[in-house]
Every structure is written in structure tokens, then in C-alpha cells.
């Protein structure tokens, strides 16, 4: 993997005193942003916000535009290669308010969250145009409902949380085929959000820590979590994971106004790096990785506008 250049030989010492996290690694992570040709993409249809949420290994992107405040509403797509104008799809939930695309595999499945007019959320996944609720069965949800898929893998096992009453999030894997459901919970954690699985079925998420932070988290298909907090932190969310279980997702410096988010990509045992669009540093977040280092996100730029990224790796 391309990453794997990348890190310091002391995150490599960390794999073999058997360290499975980032928190171990006090020193500042490399900055691997120059190792990548980032592009803005946006859809023509809105181009002052656009979040691009999943990548797979063919380039197809899947995303969204509209901030979802009052008429600007969510509108989910999907976006090919080459990425231009005429390579928009169109991808939303028949009948909803707003529609987020939030991820996608390589078999034709796409999995994301739809918005009703009462304003409650609900997971789907489709295949061939034909769309599917998804929402994990409980007597206790929050009102109105919260519950979204986030990733799904090649053996069309997605992952998502849903929020109880008491606004508390948990996290669950959805087999499509079997439709059957299963919680997934961290080790000293609370307040699960799972987001990306692969065809491991390792699951990369984050949650709140005993110290009432938020942190990352890698849970392998053997149960072992490595919990991630990028050094310095006052947040780590993993929004990713591909099969070589490289991590992608953000991290804040700082609280308030004076907070900052950047991008981050962890491989196990060789630790993490910053990645920042050049056009957003301090307010970048990658949200997607595929099997050949290819990364999806957004950022915010100088105007306000928020911007999808792609960002191919040049090694």
C-alpha cells in the first residue's frame, strides 16, 4: 500500500511491542498531504456544498450536495470516471425530504440515510435502482428517528448506528441478504458510531472514551479493537476503512472558534499522517479510502463554500 512509506520507524517499533493504537505515539505524525494530487469536484447542480462520502476500487464516488438547511436539502448522487459535468447520477430515496449517499462497494450496492417530511431519518441500501429501508429494530428510539447507514462491504454487509432516547448512538451491522441485524460495541467505549467496514468484516467507527472524548476505532472481525486518537487531539473520528485496514478520517485541534480539522489516514503499527487539501488546511475531512490509496472527502474553503475532494495518491 502507498501509505506505508510514509510513516516514522518508531510507529513500525510500536507493532512490535505489540501496540495496536495511535495514543502510544507521542511525536507530532508526518504530514503526507504533499504525497497526493488532490481536485475539487463538485456537482454543477450546487456548487457551494458537496460532501463526497465513499470510493470504490472502479473510482465510482458516492456523495451529496445541499447543506440540508431550509430549501437547500440534502440530494444524494453518484459520480464516475472520467469526473465531469456529464457523469453526475442522480441517487435518492423515492419520496424523501433529503438524501445522503454515504457509501458503496464493488458488487452494485450503494447504502446512505434518507430524511421523511417529519424530519426522522432512516437507513437504505439499493441495487439496480431499487431502493430498500433499513432501520435497526428497537423499542427505544430517539423521536423523531435517527438511525443511518454508513458503509457497506463486498459481501453486502452494511454498517450505521441509530440514537436512542436518550441520544445515545449505537452502532450495528446489516447483513443485506439474511436482513438480518447485529450490535457492535467498543470495549470501555459508549456512544458507538460504526461507518466503514471491509470485506474482513473489520469495522472502523468512533466513540466516547472513558475520559468523555471522542476517539476512532478499528474493531477487527476477531473482536481486538485498537483505539485511535491522533496525537494532540481533541477529536479523532474514522469515517473508513479499506481491506488492507488503512483508516481515514478527522481530527480537531483546539476548541470553539479557534478549533481546526484535518484529514488523517492510520495503517496498523506504522501509526498516523495528516492529509489536507492545500485548499482547505484546517478544515479538510477524509471520509473514503479505496483498495489502491484513492481518498474522497471535503473541505471548506476561503468563500465558505464546502468542497468535494479527491485525492489520488502520486507515489
Known amino acids: 500500500m502507498h501509505l506505508y512509506r510514509l510513516f516514522t520507524t518508531a510507529a513500525a517499533a510500536a507493532l512490535a511491542t505489540g501496540a495496536l493504537a495511535g495514543p502510544a505515539l507521542a511525536a507530532t505524525p508526518p504530514d503526507a498531504s504533499g504525497n497526493y494530487t488532490f481536485s475539487t469536484l463538485n456537482n454543477p447542480a450546487d456548487p457551494t456544498f458537496n460532501q463526497l462520502l465513499g470510493v470504490n476500487d472502479s473510482g465510482l464516488i458516492s456523495g451529496y450536495y445541499g447543506s440540508g438547511e431550509a430549501n437547500h436539502p440534502n440530494r444524494g448522487y453518484l459520480i464516475a470516471q472520467p469526473y465531469g459535468q456529464g457523469h453526475y447520477r442522480n441517487e435518492n430515496f423515492p419520496g424523501a425530504a433529503q438524501t445522503q449517499v454515504t457509501g458503496l462497494n464493488n458488487v452494485g450496492t450503494t447504502v446512505g440515510f434518507f430524511v421523511n417530511a417529519k424530519g426522522a431519518n432512516s437507513g437504505f441500501y439499493a441495487r439496480h435502482g431499487n431502493f430498500h429501508k433499513a432501520d435497526f429494530p428497537t423499542s427505544n428510539s430517539a423521536s423523531p428517528r435517527v438511525d443511518q447507514l454508513l458503509g457497506v462491504n463486498d459481501h453486502n454487509v452494511a ?15 446489516f447483513n443485506i441478504k439474511r436482513h438480518s441485524y447485529r450490535s457492535i460495541a467498543v470495549s470501555g467505549d459508549t456512544n458507538v458510531t ?58 480537531t485541534v483546539g476548541s470553539g472558534d479557534a478549533a481546526t480539522t484535518h484529514g488523517f489516514a492510520w495503517v496498523p503499527g506504522l501509526g498516523f499522517v495528516n492529509v489536507d487539501d492545500p485548499n482547505g ?9 479505496n483498495d489502491h490509496g484513492k481518498l474522497v472527502g471535503f473541505y471548506t474553503d476561503s468563500n465558505g463554500n464546502t468542497d468535494g475532494l479527491v485525492a489520488t495518491p502520486s507515489l
Not at 454498517?159 to 451491522?173: E, K, L, R, S
Open 159 to 173: 454498517v450505521g448506528f441509530y440514537t436512542d432516547g436518550q441520544g445515545v448512538n449505537h452502532g450495528y451491522a
Open 194 to 251: 460504526a461507518a466503514g467496514i471491509n470485506n474482513a468484516g473489520d469495522v472502523a467507527g468512533f466513540a466516547t472514551n472513558a475520559d468523555g472524548a471522542t476517539e476512532a476505532f478499528l474493531k477487527r472481525a476477531d473482536g481486538t479493537v485498537a483505539h485511535l486518537t491522533f496525537p494532540g487531539a481533541s477529536s479523532t473520528q474514522a469515517f473508513g476503512v479499506n481491506n488492507g485496514d488503512e483508516v481515514v478520517g478527522d481530527y
Open 281 to 289: 488546511v484546517g478544515a479538510t475531512t477524509i471520509n473514503g479510502v
